[in-house]
């Protein structure tokens, strides 16, 4: 399974270079904002988010939002709520995609369920970090498009791992 998620992302890089080039680029228009709503997978487990995307220019964006994990970790389930705040940077874009570099800073509280466990003596633990990684968009019309995103995160502190990877598609909706 972990094949097949490592697989999307060089497919969107790819789909990105091949894209043929023009000047107009609709989606990511100066001082635009956009909502985007995504799911994708952990090391855990299935993920759901929702971010809120500000478009600087053509190539600077900033973005904040967070999501919910649902995960097992030694076999004991637990919640995973996070917030982020992003910033990301195109390395390619033309007309119909773009290739952008993603990187910001991360908070997250897990949540266990105390019944479950004998392991972890806390029910919610909080943790810090950042993130960086990838993200592939590829727009649909001057309103829409969609988002393929790879990031790794790296968390100070070591009770559910400090390394966590999301592997997420999205659809991100001009406001």
Known sequence: ???????ILPIAI???????????QYSRLKNSSS?????GFTDA??????????????KVKAGFGGGLVFGKVSD????????DGLGS??????????????AGISFVGDIINKFQSDVYARQFSFNYGVLGGMESEFTVNRS??????ANQRYYVREQF??????IGAAIRISL
């Open 45 to 58: 487990g299935f993920m759901l988010n929702a971010y809120y995307v500000k478009t600087f220019d053509q």
């Open 144 to 149: 829409i498009s969609f988002v393929l995103s």
């Open 89 to 102: 940077y195109s390395l390619y874009s033309n007309r119909l995609a773009s290739l952008n570099a993603v």
């Open 14 to 24: 790819a789909v990105s270079l091949l894209s043929y080039d023009a000047s107009a």
């Open 76 to 83: 004991i389930s637990y919640k995973s709520v996070f917030v």
């Open 161 to 166: 791992g400090n390394w966590r990877y999301q």
């Open 35 to 39: 909502s985007q709503l995504g799911i």
């Open 1 to 7: 399974m972990k094949k097949l998620y490592v697989g």
